[in-house]
Every structure is written in C-alpha cells, then in structure tokens.
C-alpha cells in the first residue's frame, strides 16, 4: 500500500518502483537537519507551478549532490494548503509529467523540507519565518502567488483594505503577501543586513519590479509613520545587498486530471482524492505538461544553486526582458487567452479539443505568425518562431493535458494589457491595420456577457473587474446589435486595462463592429470566424 509519507516511502522502495513512481534517493533526513540549520532557499507560494516544476529543478540538484539543502515553502492567502496538502503528507507531493502519447511520468517530490504560513496572526510560523530570514545563510526567496498579490490598489486606485491595515499597524502585525514580505526583509535588515535576492517567477511582465515596487511602497509608509529605520530603504535599493531578478517562467500546469488520478490509483497510490484547500480543490499529485521554460536574472548578492545545471538559462535583464515579451506578449500567452474567450463561448472544455476546431487554430495562427512576430525582438536563447511552432503543434494540442478555456480564461482584465497592449504599441501608428488582435479582444468583450453562441447563459471564471466590466455591458441583448451603441466605449478607452486607449490607436471602433457583428445572434461567433479566419 502506497502512502504519501517518508516513512512509507524509505521501507517500500520496491513497490514504489514496481508502482512505476520514481522516489527519491538523497537523505532526507539528512537534507530536512541541514536545511533547518542553514536555510538557503525560501519560496511563497505552494501551488501547481511551484510543485511541479521548481521543486524538482532543486530535488535533481540534490540528487545529484550539487546542493544539501531543500526549500522551504509558505503560503500568505490561504493557510489550508499548508495545513491540508503539505503537513499531513510530510510535505511530499508526486509531480506527473503528461506526455503526448498518453503515457505518464511519474515522481515523489521530497526535497521541501517545511512548510509555513506567513501571518504574524501565527505566531509560532512567523517566529519560524523570521529565524529563517535572519540566516545568514539564506540566499533567495521566491514566488509564486500570481501577479495579483502584487499589487497594493484596485482599479480605482485605492489601497485594499488589508493593505491600509497593515500600513496603519505596522510591521509587527501584518497580513497582506506584501505587508508581510517587507516585514520580514525588515527583520533581515535589522539583524545585520545581510544580502539576499527576492525572484518573482510570478507570469507577469518585469515581475521582479513589481515586487521590488510593492515593498518598497510599504517601506516607505512605515518610514513616513515612524515605524521603520529610514536606512532600510537605502538597503533594499542597494543592489549589492537585495536585489529583485526579473525572470520568465513557462510551463502548463492545469487542474488535477482525471486520468492521472485513476493511474495512481491503479497502482496503488492512496491519497490521490481531492483534498478542499478553501475554495479550492486541490491533490497531492500536480500534473503537467512535459514542456518547461524557466529564464532568470543573474543577479544573485549571497549566491544562489547551481540551476543552470538542471536547464534553467540564467541571462542579464534585457535578455529576459526580450524572452518575456516573446513569450507573453506573443508567442504563447495571447494566443492561449483568444482560445480561452472563444473556447467558453463555443461551448469547449479542452484547449486541445479547440485546436482540432479549424477557425480557432487559423486565428491563432494569425495572431502570432501574421501579426506577433513582426515586432518581437528576438532574443537568441530561444528562438520566437520555433517557440509558436511548438506551442500550437505540441503543446496546446496535446490530448494528455486536461487544460480548460475556463481556467485560461481567469483574470482576462489583468492580462490583456500585456498580452495584446503591448503588441498594440509596438505597431505604434500603424496599430490601426491590426485585424486579427481586436478580433480576440472583442471576443473577449462578447464572453463578458455570459452567454454562449447558443444563447445559453454562463458563468465567467472569476476576475477582478468583472463587475465593473459587466456593469458597463448592462442591457446589450444577443441578437439585437443596437443595444450595444456606445456601451464598449469605457471599456476600451481604458488605459489600465489595456495600457492605451484603443480609440486612439485607431482600434476601438474595429472592436466595436466585430462587437456587433458577434451578437448578432445564436450562431454569430462562429459565422464571424468563419468570415474573418
């Protein structure tokens, strides 16, 4: 019987291995001593991405004796993960690897050594953060708590309400991901200064200055409310003693499949149920796509392991910059989005099902071939045409990854600024002669109504701005083209959403009219692919 927990896993090797789940072969008892001792690597953020890609990059470090130490993992929004998924399994998960040919890989991941929540609400968990950012022997903290626990303000640029708390309080009672970072880099400052690197691996663009931004906003509260050391600014900004790497991380890492948890179950894997992790459902086991990119910074004050030996490429920051836009702006994460929209509006449950589906595939296609690799620089470590060949030929299209256009679809407000804005400015004036973009983000504008091109109702996934956005889309009726006069305008005209005012790029009234050429009826999405695609 297989049950995730290292005593079961160090007196039933063998039937692991005949399970065909590969185990570790490192002490871990050995690694847990020596990490708790010298920590080196914290990381916030215990989700998919985390689980099934980074952790192992560390685990085939110590597998092969280039690192003794583990990392650390702790959460800051939502402490059932660690109290359900983590610490009743000894911090172990087992990372799937799903091929195209249907096959699976399959592997324990043993290297995260402990598990914490970040809250000073927890005393006896933010004692133990603190030991563990005033080590010496700390050399990164990273992240992986997606692009929103960055920011401080909502769309009307107002502090959210546990971010004024925490400005008000102070460092010694926090809350917010961000609060909580700063203190912590406080507490480092105060016990010596030593130096240290905060990597954001969030998919975001300039992730690393959305960070450095945040903390430093809060640092400059408490110094203005006297709760701070004014020199703890001149710290954090001194690059020889903190610094923030920017970097591009890509790998697709979907909901927990199915498939995979009958083929655990199958051999003998016990605790492959869901585990409800707050308004989530979670598992022990993470599946994921075998692709993986993972482009970082060199810019390390205390050190940092030797990932390079595991294929991380380690780049100065133009170069990452340039591999970023490539991948985020064009070559993966537009096409992914425009799929997404389309995919819920078609009625798709499967990202690789819509690229059996000829229109969507031909509209992707379009967007990044015809209109995204024009204005990529290219960036040398990766090549942009052989990264889209990849994308839409293997990596969207494989069957073995249960990806859905509902979760792609989450969060669409705070993405498309970069994901199609950022294309849109580089065409500059001739923005206007842009085609098959407008095309996505009016697709994007149709699904906000939530009603499928068969008239029936749905649900959006969860965003931000959904009512805000919704609020602006009130009284537009499917089949009447009319009652969208001027109802987009708002939307479009704005720049935090998509980093210009499509009117005056020439682009807004081109979205307006496929606007309403999609809700000219039931069956008007797909006449409309039909007749631009």
């Keep these: 019987m297989l049950r995730l927990n290292r005593e079961n896993i160090a007196s039933n090797k063998m039937q692991w291995h005949e399970a065909g789940i590969k185990t570790y072969s490192f002490s871990d008892a050995e690694v847990i001593r020596k990490t708790k001792m010298k920590p080196q690597w914290l990381h916030f953020g215990g989700g998919n991405i985390f689980r099934a890609f980074i952790a192992r990059l560390q685990q085939e470090l110590l597998e092969k004796s280039l690192v003794s130490t583990g990392i650390i993992v702790a959460t800051t929004h939502n402490k059932e993960v660690i109290t359900k998924l983590y610490r009743p ?51 990164m903290v990273s992240f992986t708590i997606t692009e929103k626990a960055y920011k401080l303000k909502d769309y009307n640029e107002a502090y959210f309400p546990a971010v004024v708390e925490d400005m008000k309080n102070g460092p ?30 969030d998919n975001c663009s300039h992730n690393g200055d959305k960070l450095k931004e945040a903390v430093t906003t809060f640092a400059e509260s408490w110094i203005k409310n006297n709760f701070l050391d004014p020199d703890f600014l001149v ?46 459902e979670s598992s022990l086991f993470v599946n994921a796509e075998k692709t993986e990119y993972l482009v970082i910074e060199d810019k390390f004050p205390n050190g940092r392991p030797p990932l390079e030996k595991t294929g991380v490429i380690f780049v100065d920051r133009a170069t990452v910059d340039k591999v970023e836009h490539m991948k985020v702006c064009t070559c993966l994460n537009p ?109 994007w504008c149709r699904y906000l109504l939530g009603v499928d091109d068969n008239g029936h109702s749905f649900v959006p996934s969860p965003d931000p701005m959904l009512v805000y956005l919704q609020k602006n889309l009130t009284n537009i009726k499917l089949g009447e083209p009319a009652t969208a006069t001027g109802k987009l305008t708002e939307i479009l005209s704005n720049k935090n959403i998509f980093g210009s005012n499509l009117y005056e790029v020439g682009l807004g009234q081109k979205v307006e009219g496929y606007f309403s050429e999609l809700i000219a009826g039931e069956g008007a999405v797909r006449n409309v692919l039909k007749k631009y695609v």
Excluded at 97 to 117: Q, R
Excluded at 195 to 200: G, I, K, M, N, R
Excluded at 249 to 275: E, H, M, N, W, Y
């Design 235 to 280: 710290y954090i900004q001194n690059e020889n003693r903190v610094t923030f790497p920017w970097s591009m991380i890509d790998k697709i890492t979907p909901q927990p499949s199915a498939r995979v948890r009958q083929d655990l179950q199958k051999c003998g894997f016990q605790d492959a149920d869901l585990i409800s992790t707050g308004k989530s």
């Design 335 to 443: 096409l992914h989005t425009t799929l997404a929209v389309y995919g819920c509006l078609l009625g798709y449950k499967s990202i690789a099902d819509e690229m059996k589906d000829a229109e969507l595939k031909k509209l992707i296609q379009l967007i990044g071939y015809q209109e995204g690799l024009p204005v990529v620089v290219n960036p040398k470590v990766l090549d942009p045409k052989k990264f889209i060949d990849e994308v839409i030929e293997e990596r969207f299209s494989n069957p073995n990854i249960p990806d859905t256009p509902q979760r792609i679809a989450s969060d669409t407000s705070q993405k498309v600024g970069i994901r199609f804005g950022e294309t849109i400015k580089a065409y500059g004036e001739n923005a206007r002669k842009l085609k098959y973009i407008p095309l996505a983000i009016a697709g």
């Design 89 to 139: 399994y000894d911090n172990l998960s087992v990372a799937v690897t799903m091929h195209a040919d249907g096959t699976f890989t399959k592997e324990v991941i043993g290297d995260i050594t402990e598990s914490l929540i970040c809250d000073a609400k927890e005393k006896k968990d933010w004692q133990r953060m603190q030991e563990i950012f005033t080590a010496p022997s700390l050399q």
């Design 172 to 201: 010694e009672n926090v809350s917010s991901p961000m609060g909580c970072v700063t203190s912590l880099l406080y507490s480092r400052y105060k016990a010596g200064g030593q130096p240290v690197a905060l990597l954001s691996m």
